[in-house]
């Protein structure tokens, strides 16, 4: 399994052949620089840790600084690993671009979500709300009765509380058109996180 790192530009709309418009979202996707190979013998398991985003040298402390310069590569802002199928294709310094996916992949894109702060019921899970009418006093928005009977509170129950920020995983998007030139990835439908968000794009196996 193979992937880049990427940032999340904005969406638009694709127009297929069939006259089709569908939604899709824009990734500045790669190129990304191996940092360093993570080998079974050394850190007891395999992996690429890739850098992408280049940041300057005088942002960077010292331990980081000879981490790249051990690679060959330039100070980079983002550091993510990804587990790939043969490890010994790959070198520390070398690039890898956007070329490795193509019109018609599937890929599992993975972000934070957006940040909404503290949300009640209504807008964190979808609670119709209390009546409206009637008599009802300050209770439109509550959550209502929450304790069954029961002398404690089960674990799980749907309550208000800090909703989004939290790392979400979109599985099986389509890759509708792929920028060489530009390094951008094209993908049907929405992507987790706001406009500049980091993103892992992994290519994903569809069933």
């Not at 800090?162 to 060489?180: A, E, F, H, P, Y």
Request: some cysteine; proline content about 4%; glycine content about 14%.
């Amino acid at each position: 399994m193979m992937g880049l790192i990427g940032k999340k530009i904005g969406m638009t709309q694709v127009f297929e052949e069939s006259g089709e418009v569908i939604p899709a979202t824009i990734l500045e996707t790669g190129p990304c620089s191996i940092v360093q190979k993570k080998t079974r013998a050394g850190d007891g398991y395999e992996a690429l840790q890739l850098g992408f985003e280049s940041k300057k040298e005088s942002r960077i402390n010292k331990p980081l600084k000879g981490h790249f310069l051990k690679a060959g590569v330039k100070p980079k802002r983002v550091i993510r690993e990804i587990k790939v199928d043969n490890l010994d294709d790959y070198q520390a310094g070398d690039e890898i671009k956007v070329d490795i996916f193509k019109a018609g992949d599937w890929v599992d894109v993975k972000g934070i979500s957006k940040g909404r702060g503290f949300s009640g019921v209504m807008k964190r899970w979808g609670f119709s709300g209390g009546p409206a009418s009637h008599g009802a006093h300050k209770s439109h928005r509550r959550v209502g009765a929450i304790g069954m009977s029961s002398p404690r509170l089960f674990k799980g129950k749907k309550m208000p509380g800090r909703m989004g920020g939290r790392q979400v995983t979109c599985q099986n998007l389509k890759v509708v058109r792929v920028d060489l030139a530009g390094n951008l990835l094209t993908v049907k439908g929405a992507v987790p996180g706001a406009n500049g968000g980091y993103l892992l794009i992994r290519k994903a196996i569809k069933k």
